[in-house]
């Protein structure tokens, strides 16, 4: 007896679930109706020549309902639409029209008015009474007259395709991969249907993949977790349902240029419950702190970006104030530019004490946005500089942000306002009253407002594990020295912080001579070189050297460049003139050379292949072909390792 085919055991069961949550099935044979399909013709190829992606008479008449001031003819629209290009570039101006920031010219008004596509107040109203129409289809066949694909299940909102989901038999072996496969030939060999689609799934039954169209890279794949663990009815009735779909394609979603390429994202689901719950506690008038405690590379930039969107445009919040507070200079430039990548505006950057006390004196300027900044810029701020309610500050890397005396100047400047911490790496983190517990997470019973764990992230396949390999005792540092200067110091105890275990290692004297000795450089340089060529390199694979601080980096370049050919490795650190030494400056790189070498390094057939860093690169750097973190750095945590290949 044959076993059953993906159609009963997945298709048609999906279809079902839809149906309950809110969509309403159109046949295949009636969806190409009303696709244009041509009638006389018999060649599949044949029958959608003239065929559209769209529901081209609904979607005229929801716009004309949404738009009473839409006079173009019926299909004038279907034809903008069709000319955005077939890119991830059309596709993000495609979201653009899909979050109702198109236009249309009034006659009537003699200008130009938004062109409303989607009503998202659909999210606050009963079922009976949305304004939508949601309509889910099967087998959504397409030909540009080179190529064709069948796409299994296809929901469209409007008469607009939105979301795929691509089934698989689960007897077939790597089922979800071929899933995904497939959406990949999609967008080679038919782009032109990736363009409004914005979602996509993959499942056999048992797992349920997503990910954003336009962005099929692995690590950009993830899991959709229900309670009800392999259940697929939860999952599709999780994951279809309306409200959710509808999140998605109003907040949900982002673009973001990244190394000068623009690149699609989703918000995975602890980062969405992140944020709704942020934006909850900012809006409670009752609470007035909260910590996020999400591990590292877990994606807290976009969540803390994402929740300051949605708070500014909050009608319940009243033109506030939103403070986006960082640690080092080197992340704040990171968070101006994805600011500006992902297309945000209102946003200033406090660059310096004093203008950061003008944008926020309410006798003065009192500003209205977004404010970049870091906490050494509230170094003597006036006591209640600012009384408003409606200024909110979320702080990055709280754990050592808020300590202090500056800690004390911006909380009692901004007496009234609303403070949530983000953090990977609590101070005190077993001990719920003490440390950043106490200061962002004591009006939670558990001390936090959300936590997301190494555990999770790792079964998530959101970061990948670490796996350690000792090195050779020759390169061990002697235990007295670690003990008597690192170890044994009462002020190590309960820190799991690079920054913070660093200022107490640039203390160790003689911990730091014996690490950036020349015999022990020498030997480590070997060490590296042979254990990159053998185990490393053969993969096709590169990696970091994290060395205890800029002048290791600089000795390791060059005792390095004496085994291996000096373009196989670069140093990347901030440059210091009054400190450096001469051979310091020597490996001195400017900032568009850095960028170029950073983007080098995340393709295979580029140099360099090791990159020798201290500080720099260890958070927020992306690079799936990093597969290696060395470190001679006793306190190093190699974050960019878990966030790339472990």
């Not at 659909?122 to 304004?131: F, G, I, K, M, S």
Request: proline share 3%; net charge neutral; glycine share 6%.
């Amino acid at each position: 007896m044959p076993a059953p085919g993906e159609y009963k055991t997945v298709q048609s069961r999906i279809l079902k679930y839809a149906e309950d949550v809110g969509w309403t099935f159109v046949s295949r044979e009636e969806a190409e109706r009303r696709r244009g399909f041509d009638p006389e013709a018999t060649a599949p190829e044949e029958r959608a020549r003239t065929a559209s992606l769209y529901f081209g008479d609904l979607l005229h008449a929801q716009v004309r309902a949404f738009n009473p001031k839409y006079k173009e003819a019926e299909g004038a629209l279907v034809g903008e639409l069709q000319r955005l290009n077939a890119s991830i570039a059309g596709n993000r101006d495609f979201l653009n029209h899909l979050r109702n920031q198109g236009k249309f010219f009034s006659v009537e008004e003699n200008r130009e008015l938004d062109l409303t596509l989607i009503d998202y107040g659909d999210l606050n109203r009963p079922r009976e009474q949305w304004r939508n129409v949601y309509e889910v289809t099967e087998e959504f066949y397409v030909h540009n007259g080179r190529h064709g694909t069948r796409e299994d299940i296809v929901f469209l909102i409007n008469g607009i395709p939105v979301l795929v989901i691509e089934c698989k038999n689960a007897s077939k072996d790597e089922a979800i991969a071929l899933g995904i496969d497939q959406i990949r030939r999609y967008h080679d060999e038919t782009s032109e249907v990736m363009t409004p689609e914005m979602i996509f799934t993959a499942t056999e039954a048992i797992g349920f993949s997503y990910g954003v169209t336009w962005n099929t890279v692995r690590r950009n794949i993830f899991n959709w977790k229900s309670e009800q663990v392999g259940n697929l009815e939860a999952k599709v009735k999780g994951f279809c349902d309306v409200p959710h779909v509808l999140r998605f394609l109003k907040d949900f979603i982002l673009f973001a240029e990244k190394e000068e390429e623009l690149q699609k994202f989703i918000l995975r689901q602890h980062q969405t419950t992140a944020v709704d719950k942020v934006v909850a506690r900012a809006l409670d008038p009752k609470r007035s702190r909260g910590l996020v405690w999400h591990t590292q590379g877990s994606g807290k930039t976009y969540t803390m970006i994402k929740a300051a969107e949605l708070l500014f445009k909050a009608n319940e919040a009243q033109k506030p104030t939103i403070l986006l507070m960082i640690d080092r200079n080197e992340l704040e430039d990171q968070m101006l530019k994805n600011l500006a990548s992902v297309g945000l505006a209102n946003v200033a950057h406090a660059d310096r004490i004093s203008t950061l006390n003008k944008l926020l004196d309410a006798k003065g300027q009192d500003y209205r946005g977004i404010v970049v900044t870091m906490i050494h810029k509230f170094r003597d701020m006036p006591a209640d500089l600012n009384m408003r309610k409606n200024i909110f500050v979320m702080v990055d890397e709280a754990h050592r942000t808020t300590a202090g005396d500056l800690g004390n100047f911006l909380m009692a400047g901004l007496r009234n306002a609303t403070f949530i911490g983000f953090t990977g790496t609590p101070v005190d983190k077993t001990v719920y009253g003490k440390g950043t517990f106490k200061t962002f997470g004591g009006e939670d019973d558990k001390g936090y407002l959300h936590k997301y764990s190494i555990a999770e992230s790792i079964e998530d396949g959101t970061t990948l594990p670490l796996y350690y390999n000792i090195a050779p005792n020759e390169m061990l540092v002697p235990h007295e020295i670690m003990e008597k200067e690192f170890l044994a110091l009462a002020e190590t105890e309960g820190i799991s912080d690079l920054e913070e275990l660093n200022k107490i290692l640039d203390r160790a004297v003689n911990l730091k001579n014996f690490l950036k000795g020349k015999k022990r450089i020498w030997k480590v340089a070997r060490h590296v070189a042979d254990h990159y060529r053998k185990n490393v390199e053969p993969l096709g694979y590169k990696a970091f050297l994290v060395a205890v601080d800029r002048e290791a980096c600089a000795l390791y370049k060059k005792e390095l460049d004496k085994i291996l050919p000096p373009e196989y490795s670069e140093v990347v650190y901030t440059n210091n003139n009054e400190k450096d030494t001469k051979l310091m400056r020597e490996y001195w790189i400017e900032e568009k050379e850095e960028r170029q070498i950073r983007k080098n390094f995340t393709k295979a057939a580029e140099h360099p292949k090791i990159l020798i860093v201290t500080e720099k690169l260890l958070t927020g750097f992306d690079a799936p072909i990093l597969y290696a973190c060395i470190s001679t750095n006793p306190c190093a945590i190699t974050r960019s390792c878990r966030q790339s290949r472990g």
